[in-house]
T-cell receptor, first 115, second 114 residues
Framework: AQSVTQLDSHVSVSEGTPVLLRCNYS??????LFWYVQHPNKGLQLLLK????ATLVKGINGFEAEFKKSETSFHLTKPSAHMSDAAEYFC?????????????WGLGTSLAVNP | DTGVSQDPRHKITKRGQNVTFRCDPI?????LYWYRQTLGQGPEFLTY????????KSRLLSDRFSAERPKGSFSTLEIQRTEQGDSAMYLC????????????FGPGTRLTVL
């Protein structure tokens, strides 16, 4: 079985400071892992994905995530927050084995960026 | 724009009415997924299709819900006898198939049941 735990429901940072959104996963199979972002009244957008290649994954808008198998973590980081980063962020796991490829979602982390 | 469209974007209905939503995926994608997102939660898997075959349904999908993908292209999700608890964002995702990892999401249909 697969599951995702986002360790913080809400994170608040100042503009220009680093962002860290934490995610732990559980998977019976070698997983694919994703971070999606959802801005208010907008659709879900893929930020980045890990699919068993490089463990440090670079995404759009300066975001990165590192897959750490020993810690079962996939934390999302950005060196310097921008006001436009304020949104809801979801960590997602999908098994690489099996056929259904359905996505299992965390509950989300709401990121606030203060001026 | 991901190339996945959903219609309508918003639907307000009274309890007990039937509603139907449509999803048009990316044309060469053979898989289509439906998810539901309630306020303050992450999306939850409802069902998925491989071409026209519905291969899996979540326990969240009660017998009031039915989904179809008659020609392996667009899909419809119908909710009969709507309840207030059905109020949510219904999301459709398009997936190319084996060897690819990303699901592309439509903008969603927000359902409000009064």
């Amino acid at each position: 079985a697969q599951s995702v735990t986002q360790l913080d429901s809400h994170v608040s940072v100042s503009e220009g400071t680093p962002v860290l959104l934490r995610c732990n996963y559980s998977s019976s199979y070698s997983p694919s892992l994703f971070w999606y972002v959802q801005h208010p009244n907008k659709g879900l957008q893929l930020l980045l994905k890990y699919t068993s290649a490089a463990t440090l994954v670079k995404g759009i808008n300066g975001f990165e995530a590192e897959f750490k198998k020993s810690e079962t973590s996939f934390h999302l980081t950005k060196p310097s927050a921008h006001m436009s980063d304020a949104a809801e962020y979801f960590c997602v796991v999908s098994p690489n084995a099996g056929n259904n490829r359905k996505l299992i979602w965390g509950l989300g982390t709401s990121l606030a960026v203060n001026p | 724009d991901t190339g996945v469209s959903q219609d309508p974007r918003h639907k307000i209905t009274k309890r007990g009415q039937n509603v139907t939503f449509r999803c048009d995926p990316i044309s060469e994608h053979n898989r289509l997924y439906w998810y539901r997102q309630t306020l303050g939660q992450g999306p939850e898997f409802l069902t998925y299709f491989q071409n026209e075959a519905q291969l899996e349904k979540s326990r969240l999908l009660s017998d009031r819900f039915s989904a179809e993908r008659p020609k392996g292209s667009f899909s419809t999700l119908e909710i009969q006898r709507t309840e207030q608890g059905d109020s949510a964002m219904y999301l459709c995702a398009s997936y190319r198939g084996q060897g690819y990892n990303e699901q592309f999401f439509g903008p969603g249909t927000r359902l409000t049941v009064l």
